[in-house]
């Protein structure tokens, strides 16, 4: 089974985030080294900021993990993110969460009354954008 846009980025991301704990203690290594020799202080305190940055980094990434920004935004409201004609389709149906959303195959949305081909690939195209896809869809790149 292929994996989705989202799911390879989230394995992205551990990976970098494994690389920058690795070069996190590599760098600590240094600053070890560093402070056994006699005069330290320039380079010592170089080290040190790169550890400073590697940390910041971690944070950020921390931050805006992408499983918590799908989660955040999964509860979000579709009305800024498609046309009115579609979210009001949407809306009339009951479907106001792009988490409501994804519980729809596109066949169930096709069902819907007034909801035509040009709704469900504005709804494709914005969910693959994101790296998610309706349910039973096996559009995964």
């Not at 010592?44 to 931050?63: A, G, P, Q």
């Not at 979210?87 to 106001?96: G, P, Q, S, T, Y």
């Amino acid at each position: 089974m292929a994996i989705t846009k989202f799911e390879k980025l989230q394995n992205d991301l551990i990976d970098v985030k494994r690389k920058l704990k690795y070069l996190g203690c590599f760098v600590d290594g240094v600053l070890l080294e560093q402070r056994k020799q006699p005069n330290f202080s320039e380079e010592f305190s170089v080290t040190v900021e790169i550890k400073k940055e590697i940390e910041l980094i971690l944070e950020i990434i921390d931050d805006n993990d992408l499983e918590k920004s799908v989660s955040v935004n999964s509860g979000k409201s579709l009305e800024n993110i498609l046309t009115v004609r579609t979210f009001n389709i949407l809306i009339e149906n009951d479907i106001k969460t792009l988490h409501h959303l994804l519980d729809f195959s596109s066949v169930d949305l096709l069902k819907l009354p007034r909801f035509g081909r040009n709704s469900l690939t504005e709804i494709q195209y914005y969910l693959s954008d994101i790296g998610l896809s309706l349910k039973g869809s096996n559009n995964a790149d």
